[in-house]
């Protein structure tokens, strides 16, 4: 059964077939399931891991910027709390907070087409991380931040059927056996991103 939730910083409704996301008036959190994700390994066979648990909906149409401060409770690699962009089970693109191999937190994204292309960002040396994406046109940038103030600018890239796309928030522990996962000061703009590299 899928459940609607509002958020105060949203303007549209979130829905997942998830039960155990807790919604506040501006933050949600959800424990992530034990050895979940969504990834579609390019040296696979093919097939796509999709049981990550997600908070999804439909923003009006137009230019936006959607952030959110996220903390994990990290335990394994490749825990992660993430900003998605969902269109199919084929298209998506993730912008995560997520525990490296090398036991350290980092801004990592993954952009989907068939098969998924990832990419590291940077180290974080905190427990919580701003995450932002914005739509600009029938293009996407994501941008992380350590202050919520100054973005890093992170990836920027396109994905087909624009005009269906859902966005909203996904939990992962691919290797353990969960975390927890909280996004807190989540925040709606309709606007045009300017310069995508000036920290803006």
């Given at each position: 059964m899928t ?7 949203l303007?549209f ?18 424990r ?6 969504l990834f579609?390994?390019p ?11 997600r908070?999804l ?18 335990r394994?690699t490749?825990?992660a709390?993430?900003l ?8 998506w ?6 525990y ?15 098969v998924?292309?990832d ?6 040396e ?8 914005a739509r600009i046109?029938?293009?996407?940038a994501f ?6 103030s100054?973005?890093a600018?992170v ?7 624009t005009?269906?796309a859902q ?6 522990s691919p290797?353990g ?7 807190a ?6 606007r045009?991103?300017?310069?995508l590299?000036?920290g803006?």
């Open positions: 459940v609607s939730h509002t958020i105060s910083g303007p409704p979130l829905s997942s077939a998830h039960p155990d996301w807790r919604v506040g008036a501006n933050e949600v959190a959800t992530a399931a034990e050895r979940s994700d579609a390994d040296a696979g066979d093919g097939s796509a891991q999709l049981d990550a648990v908070l909906g439909t923003p009006p149409a137009g230019d936006f910027v959607l952030s959110a401060r996220v903390r994990v409770g990290f394994a490749f825990d709390g993430v998605l962009i969902w269109v199919d089970e084929q298209h693109a993730k912008l995560c907070f997520e490296s191999p090398d036991r350290e937190p980092m801004a990592v994204s993954v952009v989907t087409r068939g998924s292309d990419a590291n960002g940077f180290t974080v905190a427990e919580e991380l701003w995450v932002r994406i046109g029938s293009a996407y941008h992380a931040s350590t202050d919520g100054r973005w600018f990836r920027y890239f396109a994905l087909p059927d005009s269906v966005f909203g928030f996904e939990a992962q290797m056996e969960g975390c927890d996962v909280e996004f000061e989540i925040a709606f703009e309709q045009t991103l300017g310069d590299r000036d803006s």
